[in-house]
């Protein structure tokens, strides 16, 4: 018996039956309420190292990990690179485009546990990072569209499916790629959207957020003015969530300290349109603690390693969003009680870079790639590196 917070109990138990020799039957997950995760974290190298030590001195074990140790050994969100390329025609609508991203791939089986290759005891050597190939195409009309994906078969850590697994780059990359174009044609970033887009609900959650945001059309012009060092721009991403399910879009208002590279957001739009409303409160709470999450992993989360172990153990080398830099938020929800609800603990998470990255751009003129956009890097895309 195993009692674990573990987030796939029924999983944990079919493989610690496997690796131990202990009928299927007799083995028992019960699940305790602990530290939450959307992925895999440490919790099943936990139950097996609790498992390892019990076997061994014929008694119950009780193993926590300390931070240190979840930080330095638990799985990781998956690294992915994309390469983006389009053209316009001559009417400043998208005409090629082509995307490139390089993914670890998934590999049948379970994920390897630490404890047990250390045992020298067989088990599966699985990959999972979940579907990380998704929207990746453009939501916006384009009349032609290649998108290639290169897998990874190994990674220097374990990787993990994170939180909206994949989206949340690859909407990144087209949303920032997209007010590359809108800047190229000349036109103002949810102009330039709308003009790609049939459907209804696509449209209605742009103009609902473009509306609560008090979004003014700005075509293409400088950056904006330097006022105390800060610069303030306002930045828009829209994505419908796997090209099939939840329709998010998204404004944002961010300063950027051009001398120190801190980006802060000041206040965020979303409407969001996931079908029938079920509960309305946990809805908004679920969008919310999307936006807030994602602002994290944007802004600040980076795990780091070197060739033998990772450096980020702790709240200072892995710092995370705190509370007095969470920005204002407000969010429409569409309820559509006609048609089938869709859940909604991913979708909101994957506008949030395009936006910021969006809104940077918008008041200093630079363009930021790569995530999270720490002060060093915001600093190196201020020098134009």
Known sequence: TVWSSVQAPHGLRANLSKIFGVPFAKTRIVYMDGSGCYGGNGNDDVAADATLLSKA????????????????????????????????????????WDAEMWVPMNKPGTRPML???????AQDHGQGAGLMTQNADPPYAAANVRVVAHLIKDT????SNLRAPGKIANVFAVEAFTDELAFAAGADPVEFRLRGLKDPR????????????????????????????????YGFAYARYKQAENYVA????????????????????????????V????????VEGLIVQTL???IHEEVKFDRTRVTSVDWNTYPILRFPDAPTIEVALINRPELPLYGAGEAAAVTVPGALANAIFDATGARIRTAPFTPDRVKGALAGD
């Not at 404890?115 to 005891?121: L, T």
């Open 57 to 96: 001195v014929n008694a119950p074990v009780r193993v926590q990990w300390m931070r240190q140790d979840e930080h330095a050994w638990d799985p990781k969100g998956p690294q992915q690179l994309i390469d983006l390329r389009a053209g316009l025609d001559a009417q400043g609508n998208i005409a090629a």
């Open 202 to 233: 696509a449209i209605e959650v742009i103009k609902r957020a473009a509306e609560m945001f008090g979004w003014k059309p700005r075509p293409a012009s400088a950056p904006r003015p330097v006022q105390n060092g800060v610069q303030v721009g």
């Open 296 to 298: 994290s992993r944007t």
């Open 115 to 121: 404890s047990i290759d250390a045992a020298g005891m």
């Open 250 to 277: 998204m404004a944002m208002e961010a300063a950027v300290d051009r001398a120190t590279g801190k980006v802060t957001v000041r206040r965020v739009a979303c409407a969001h349109d996931c079908g029938l409303i």
């Open 156 to 159: 220097p850590l374990r990787p």
């Open 279 to 286: 509960n309305q409160n946990a809805l908004r709470n679920q």
